[in-house]
């Protein structure tokens, strides 16, 4: 683990669904924390309990602007990017300009601050891949054209951008590649798996399966998550880290577990298989292991059900805001 202390820390994306936990734990270590986002994808109640917290501060701001942070900083934590699916098509130029604009103008003040940087990368990275588990020696497989190509090249782009600034103007740089991760805070009406199923179960509606359901994930709960990416930026380590769940199970096994941890009598319905939808994804975490000393500890089934209190709880309060 590095020896530097990391006290003072910009968060972009802190009021979305990561970055908020993130907050949270960084200012739990002691950190002063300064999160910027622009609220497209993040939300205000996401760090309403943190904006009383004196050594946390919170701007509304567009990171694709000119980044200005006045006094030392120490880390700069990229995490600004809508991420859902149904964003790819919603929100595709949005997606493209913080993934690369966004980045450039985080990597300047990192550069200007002499500030460690981590990116937070993604397991869509490997696209539709033919190798599993996937390594990061593993290059994907990824349709630059296609509807999941905005994000894909975006987060692309923005690893070769920090590797660049890294190589170029000796930045100290680190970069995460996350995979599917869940949990409280997560949108409730995002497209993803865990949303869709979770709202669909509690209302007992028909739960959508999109294909067979046999594709797989690697779903890993967001403390776990947390916990690599923050042993990540304190460690000494430069290059990709897969940050994820090893276990594999297929869609159609998450959407019978949470019927059955949410009692409901809904049914699974099937439908067309979105175009490019991976048919396998699972991070070999031997990497994280050596370097980190990391591994996820929490059981999928554990994290499904603290994730189910807390949509149960969102989607009342939404049903009474109506």
Partial sequence: MSGRKLNRILVTGGAGFLGSHLCERLLADDCEVICFDNLLTGRMDNIQ??????????????????????????AVLHFASPASPADFERLPIQILKVGSIGTHRALGLAKAKNARFLTASTSECYGDPEVNPQPETYWGRVNPIGIRGVYDEAKRFAEAMTMAYHRHHGVDVRIVRIFNTFGPRMQLHDGRAIPNFMTQAIRGEPITVFGDGGQTRSFCYVDDLIEGILRLLRSNYVGPVNIGNPQEMSLLEMAQAIIRIADSPSEIVYRGLPPDDPKVRRPDITLARRVLSWEPRVPVEDGLRRTYDWFRAALEAELAAR
């Fill in 49 to 74: 309990p943190l904006l009383g917290h004196p050594q946390f501060s919170f701007e509304h701001y567009d990171v694709t602007n000119y980044l200005y942070v006045a006094g030392d900083l120490d």
